[in-house]
């Protein structure tokens, strides 16, 4: 239900900047200035995107997840792009490529001028519970992964505990949120910035991604379908060769490696 409420919220914040007398907005170039453009972004929209892989940990949520699964994938996906599209659309009909706001908060500042300053405390607000609703979705997506890389071996064998009749993962959720409170101390103290967080969280995400396209590689039925996996998952890697600090690669890598070599140890 609080899903249903934020996407409504935002789609409505969006549908205030373009019905707003103020309103000018210009349809996007479709010629090679405007592509160069559109290039010079790739990485912060990337950055947006990413965290459907979560879904995927919550397989065992569903009744029959072969049906269902890529439903929810493809909706979301659906209903996502369609947010984003819309917020970009009513902040570029109300500011102006130079405002400083378009930086900082593009969305309180639309609703700022489209309605009024008072109004945008709403922004705010909204911000918040966004943030909250996605920190409950990160700790139910993670807390089902350590529940399952438990039950594969990977993780202790006491994290695949479920309680209660609703069958929780507690002792994974309790797991989960105390990693998540040792980052936050950690930020406070200085010990690590969100800088450095976000950029080894979408790393990490990239690269899962490759790890996903030789998956997919490995079990397509079809030749066509194995070659383009692999290549893929090629091209991912070179671009994550080419764009991430290769120091910092080799943090994910050891994790790799740890699960690949606990896996067939127990295997």
Known sequence: MLAIVLTIALVAVGLVGLLSPAAEFTPPSFTVAGWENALGVVGVLFFGLTGWEIVAFTLGEYK????????????????????????????????????????????AELVSRAVSPEAA???????????????????????????????EGLLPRGLFHVAG???????????????????????????????????VAGQNFFLLYVVTAVVYGLEA?????????????????????????PLALCYPAALFMIGYLIFRSRA
């Open 165 to 199: 009749a609703s069958r929780t993962p507690r002792r994974a959720v309790l797991v989960v949120g105390g990693v998540f409170a040792l980052l936050v101390g950690a930020s406070a103290l200085g010990l690590i910035s969100v800088t450095t967080m976000f950029e």
């Open 64 to 107: 029959n997840p072969k049906r269902d699964f890529p439903r929810v994938v493809a909706l979301s996906f659906v209903i996502v792009i369609g947010v984003y599209l819309v917020l970009a659309a009513g902040i570029q009909a109300i500011l102006r490529p130079g405002d400083a706001t378009n930086e900082t908060a593009p969305v």
């Open 121 to 151: 405390v709403f922004v705010s607000v909204l911000g918040v519970v966004i943030l909250a609703a996605n920190l409950v979705g990160a700790m139910w997506g993670a807390s089902r992964l350590v529940h399952s890389s438990s039950g």
């Open 221 to 245: 039925r079809s030749r066509v379908g194995r070659c383009f996996g692999f290549l893929l998952a090629a091209a991912l890697a070179v671009v994550a060769l080419l764009g991430f600090d």
